[in-house]
């Protein structure tokens, strides 16, 4: 099934652990990005990719880390985790910028103890 | 800094009436917006888009409205249908040049459709 997916759903991870959220997406879109979603907060921008090669920071991009070495993969690298980086991670994707909407994966569930 | 605003957190509709949800938005740099659906524990789908350069766009049910002026927007689903009960998100990107090429999300109105 076309789509985007992320591995893990979920996952526990204890402070100061490291960790990589994958994402891939076989829609052969060139805009990738990573979200965050906490409760009250709504979604908010990690990292994205505008192609391969290509990442910049977005809004919350602290503690993160990603690269983008082909267009279908856009992993997502916690480096050592910690309580605030409880939350549920989504990846997206979409070939135009997101005029079209950004297809989205099912998320990931991640908590830190 | 909140630069899009969603301040209705919940809104409770009647089965077949009209569902209107609001969003509000400061950076005028943002040129396209967009709405999102999101069910418990799946990813937001999306729902409807609109360009500045438009007032309105229709596809089905769903009509978003946008002024711009007022840098406010709206969604309308008529007639609310049980299956629209989810968490609606407003989500808006500025036109290359203008910020990070992804999205920036208000915090979601949970609509409840009431039979």
């Known amino acids: 099934n076309a789509g985007v997916t992320q591995t893990p759903k979920f996952q526990v991870l204890k402070t100061g652990q490291s960790m990589t959220l994958q994402c891939a997406q076989d829609?052969?879109?060139?805009?990738m990005s990573w979200y965050r979603q906490d409760p009250g907060m709504g979604l908010r921008l990690i990292h994205y990719?505008?192609?391969?090669?290509?990442?910049d920071q977005g809004e919350v991009p602290n503690g993160y880390n990603v690269s983008r070495s082909t267009t279908e993969d856009f992993p997502l690298r916690l480096l050592s985790a910690a309580p605030s980086q409880t939350s549920v991670y989504f990846c997206?994707?979409?070939?135009?910028?997101?005029?079209?909407?950004?297809?989205f994966g099912s998320g990931t569930r991640l908590t830190v103890v | 800094d909140q630069q899009v605003k969603q301040n209705s957190p919940s809104l409770s509709v009647q089965e077949g009436r009209i569902s209107i949800l609001n969003c509000d938005y400061t950076n005028s740099m943002f040129d396209y917006f967009l709405w999102y659906k999101k069910y418990p524990a799946e990813g937001p789908t999306f729902l409807i888009s609109i360009s500045s350069i438009k007032d309105k766009n229709e596809d089905g049910r769903f009509t978003v409205f946008l002024n711009k002026s007022a840098k406010h927007l709206s969604l309308h689903i008529v007639p609310s249908q049980p299956g629209d009960s989810a968490v609606y998100f407003c989500?808006?990107?500025?036109?290359?040049?203008?910020?990070?090429?992804?999205?920036?999300f208000g915090k979601g109105t949970h609509l409840i459709i009431q039979p």
């Open positions: 829609m052969n879109h060139e805009y």
């Open positions: 997206a994707s979409s070939s135009d910028r997101g005029l079209y909407g950004y297809t």
């Open positions: 989500a808006a990107f500025p036109a290359s040049g203008g910020g990070a090429d992804g999205l920036t």
């Open positions: 990719s505008v192609g391969a090669g290509i990442t």
